[in-house]
């Protein structure tokens, strides 16, 4: 692992410090559609770029009534997995959650 090893609570407060910054301000090219036909189908809203204040993070859809986290994953994700994986978890472990990951390829677009 390259860089600087950080504890938990550093990489938080950078987290939600960046998030201020407006740096990962980072929106899916079809994400808006995909969640849009997700609420449709449950019914319920779904809270866009959900913000985790107590883990720094933001997730790209919160159901709280079904206390459901929905990522979509770009391309980019099948490189990640790990780094994902882990992210995931943090956030399962964090909101008691179930964690619904949408891949976002030309299958899930209606056009």
């Not at 950078?14 to 079809?30: P, T």
């Not at 992210?87 to 056009?111: A, M, P, S, Y």
């Amino acid at each position: 692992m390259k860089g600087k090893h950080h504890s938990g609570e550093f990489l938080k407060y950078a987290r939600r410090r960046a998030l201020n910054d407006g740096q990962f301000e980072s929106i899916g090219k079809h994400e808006k559609q995909i969640l849009d036909e997700e609420q449709k189908k449950i019914g319920n809203p779904i809270y866009r770029q959900y913000y985790i204040y107590k883990l720094g993070l933001k997730v790209d859809g919160y159901d709280p009534f079904l206390n459901i986290v929905y990522e979509v994953y770009e391309k980019w994700h099948k490189n990640h997995v790990e780094k994902d994986s882990k992210r995931q978890k943090e956030i399962e472990e964090c909101l008691g959650c179930k964690f619904i990951i949408i891949w976002d390829d030309i299958n899930n677009v209606k056009t």
